[in-house]
């Protein structure tokens, strides 16, 4: 079974960066498209980011695009969330989730915890100064 695990998160600054990692525990990775996904107190859960199984198609919410880039080395099993020029509403706990492909990064975006065939145990983001 396909597991997930997510890293990098902690406190950043207004207009800082973080990395968030996705390491998967198999060699496997490359069949999924990957998703990153957000949970925030008092919010929907929000699909932030997408990248297709290959790496050369990526989607973004409206909330964080210019700002985040995802990406993935299936080398090394692992995908990326670069979070630049951060802000108070980034702040939420991020999970990744390996999406069903005939869904695909689409309707991941819009429903992702319906979308997510495995996710991790997530990474607390908090965003203040």
């Known amino acids: 079974q396909l597991q997930l695990v997510e890293s990098g998160g902690g406190l950043g600054q207004p207009g800082g960066s973080l990395r968030l990692s996705c390491e998967a525990s198999e060699s496997t990775l490359d069949r999924y498209p990957i998703g990153w996904f957000r949970r925030a107190p008092g919010k929907e859960p929000e699909g932030v980011s997408c990248i297709d199984n290959i790496g050369d198609i990526t989607n973004y919410s409206d909330s964080v695009k210019g700002r985040f880039t995802i990406s993935r080395d299936n080398s090394k099993n692992t995908v990326f969330l670069q979070m630049n020029s951060l802000e108070p509403e980034d702040t939420a706990v991020y999970f990744c989730?390996?999406?069903?492909?005939?869904?695909?990064?689409?309707?991941?975006?819009?429903?992702?915890?319906?979308?997510?065939?495995?996710w991790g145990q997530g990474t607390q983001v908090t965003v203040s100064s």
């Open positions: 989730a390996a999406v069903l492909s005939i869904l695909g990064c689409g309707e991941f975006m819009i429903h992702p915890e319906n979308t997510g065939d495995y």
